[in-house]
């Protein structure tokens, strides 16, 4: 078998009950009446996986994603259509499965070991490993009762991988860790578990762009888009932006209208439909006498909040003066989550000079530049506008601080916060006198 997975027509369904009552009637009506309403959590589900694939599989919160990895692993049965799987899986669906509180780590080991049909000898041989990748020292002799979430995740992946699985299943469990844990658990499938089957359910959107070969998005128990990760994770985050905006009911139809029209969406100027947002009183700075009125981001020409190195940004504002001034300057900054200024920039810093502007007349401007190879993780922009001809000696109008929140994909490894090109690189050996 080529595939190590393969759905057909997947659908799973609940009957949904008004009252705890109605189930009764139901069962007892002499006239076979129906008191419960139909739900689908998944409809027609069809894909395969590859062995020695990743693929990744994303969607909102109650899209599905957590019924159709029980599916794939057994945990409940499928109402309609066929799952064919071929290889032994490892799933970490839900913190907690196949642990007994009141054991402790140790014992917990052996107890998972026997139930995936391990003698004790086997499974003393893999304690060593199990223990190091765990890496919760002495907790290991408590109860896991007493564990944190983070702990029970570390011995929960430690244990999963040492049955060396030929297909594995992560839902979610690893985002409780904490982030080098994460870091070290995302390495150590992607350098160590090449030819393992993998599927992984998460919202760290950098771990699927890293990892994932092939991404699907589920949407209300359906697959809407599948392909390459980069490409779903944009349709994945206007998904959520049109969601904001235009309500959970015609989110779906618009990314398909998206898709189809594809076009540059500097219409409706201002408007919260097309990701404007207003500058809210409580983040504005400054003498205020010219003000950023309100302001987006696009990316490559879409409104969306996910951004990896070399996209091109567009930062557009809307600038309403309260006076006239002869000469002004725009600059934005962009700050990583705990404040600290990573990368910046001013039309006086680029030599760019700004015609003045007149008491009423409102504004529109707009900055672009390409997306620098900055570590992943959660950036925030920070826009001002100032008056004068010096960057050191000005007056500050206006300051909007964190006000659009992106968050950065990196496609390689960062060893530091930013990288930067090496322009010339030379080695020679030296000759002995």
């Known amino acids: 078998m080529e595939n190590a997975i393969e759905l057909i027509g997947v659908g799973k369904s609940y009957n949904l009950y008004d009252k705890p009552q109605d189930r009764i009637k139901e069962i007892f009506s002499l006239t076979r009446k129906n008191y419960h309403r139909e739900y689908k959590?998944?409809?027609?589900?069809?894909?395969?996986?590859?062995?020695?694939?990743?693929?990744?599989?994303?969607?909102?919160?109650?899209?599905?994603?957590?019924?159709?990895?029980?599916?794939?692993?057994?945990?409940?049965?499928?109402?309609?259509?066929?799952?064919?799987?071929?290889?032994?899986?490892?799933?970490?669906?839900?913190?907690?499965?196949?642990?007994?509180?009141?054991?402790?780590?140790?014992?917990?080991?052996?107890?998972?070991?026997?139930?995936?049909?391990?003698?004790?000898?086997?499974?003393?041989?893999?304690?060593?490993?199990?223990?190091?990748?765990?890496?919760?020292?002495?907790?290991?002799?408590?109860?896991?009762?007493?564990?944190?979430?983070?702990?029970?995740?570390?011995?929960?992946?430690a244990v999963m991988i040492s049955f060396k699985p030929e297909i594995l299943i992560v839902d979610e469990a690893l985002s409780v860790g904490d982030v080098f844990f994460q870091q070290k658990c995302n390495t150590f499938m992607k350098d160590e578990m090449k030819g393992v089957t993998k599927l992984l359910v998460t919202h760290d959107m950098n771990s699927i762009a890293n990892m994932a070969d092939r991404v699907i998005l589920i949407e209300r128990g359906k697959i809407i888009k599948e392909g390459k990760p980069l490409e779903v994770i944009e349709d994945y985050l206007k998904l959520l932006h049109?969601?904001?905006?235009?309500?959970?009911?015609s989110a779906a139809e618009e990314l398909e209208k998206a898709e189809v029209e594809n076009q540059d969406t500097s219409l409706n100027i201002g408007s919260s439909e097309d990701g404007w947002v207003k500058s809210p009183k409580e983040s504005i700075g400054g003498a205020q006498d010219i003000l950023i009125d309100s302001q987006r981001v696009l990316i490559n020409k879409e409104v969306v909040d996910?951004?990896?190195?070399?996209?091109?940004?567009?930062?557009?504002?809307?600038?309403?003066?309260?006076?006239?001034?002869?000469?002004?300057?725009?600059?934005?900054?962009?700050?990583?989550?705990?404040?600290?200024?990573?990368?910046?920039?001013?039309?006086?810093?680029?030599?760019?000079?700004?015609?003045?502007?007149?008491?009423?007349?409102?504004?529109?401007?707009?900055?672009?530049?390409?997306?620098?190879?900055?570590?992943?993780?959660?950036?925030?922009?920070?826009?001002?506008?100032?008056?004068?001809?010096?960057?050191?000696?000005?007056?500050?109008?206006?300051?909007?601080?964190?006000?659009?929140?992106?968050?950065?994909?990196?496609?390689?490894?960062?060893?530091?916060?930013?990288?930067?090109?090496?322009?010339?690189?030379?080695?020679?050996?030296?000759?002995?006198?």
């Open 41 to 157: 959590a998944l409809d027609n589900i069809s894909f395969s996986v590859k062995k020695g694939e990743t693929l990744g599989i994303i969607g909102r919160n109650g899209a599905g994603k957590s019924t159709l990895l029980k599916l794939i692993t057994g945990v409940i049965t499928p109402t309609t259509g066929e799952i064919h799987t071929d290889g032994e899986i490892s799933a970490l669906l839900e913190l907690g499965t196949g642990f007994n509180p009141e054991y402790t780590g140790y014992e917990n080991i052996f107890l998972n070991g026997s139930m995936r049909g391990f003698s004790d000898e086997e499974m003393q041989g893999k304690l060593k490993e199990i223990i190091d990748f765990a890496d919760i020292g002495e907790y290991m002799g408590q109860p896991v009762k007493t564990y944190s979430s983070g702990m029970f995740a570390r011995l929960a992946f």
């Open 242 to 249: 049109t969601t904001i905006y235009k309500g959970e009911d």
């Open 306 to 433: 996910v951004v990896k190195p070399g996209d091109r940004v567009r930062i557009e504002l809307l600038i309403d003066p309260k006076k006239d001034a002869d000469n002004i300057i725009i600059g934005y900054t962009f700050k990583d989550k705990y404040g600290n200024s990573i990368f910046a920039q001013s039309t006086l810093g680029e030599n760019i000079m700004i015609e003045g502007v007149k008491n009423g007349e409102r504004q529109y401007a707009r900055i672009e530049f390409d997306w620098p190879e900055v570590k992943e993780g959660d950036y925030f922009l920070t826009l001002g506008i100032g008056e004068g001809y010096d960057q050191m000696v000005h007056t500050v109008q206006c300051w909007v601080h964190n006000i659009i929140h992106l968050q950065a994909i990196s496609l390689k490894p960062m060893h530091g916060i930013i990288n930067h090109n090496i322009d010339k690189f030379e080695i020679k050996r030296i000759k002995n006198e």
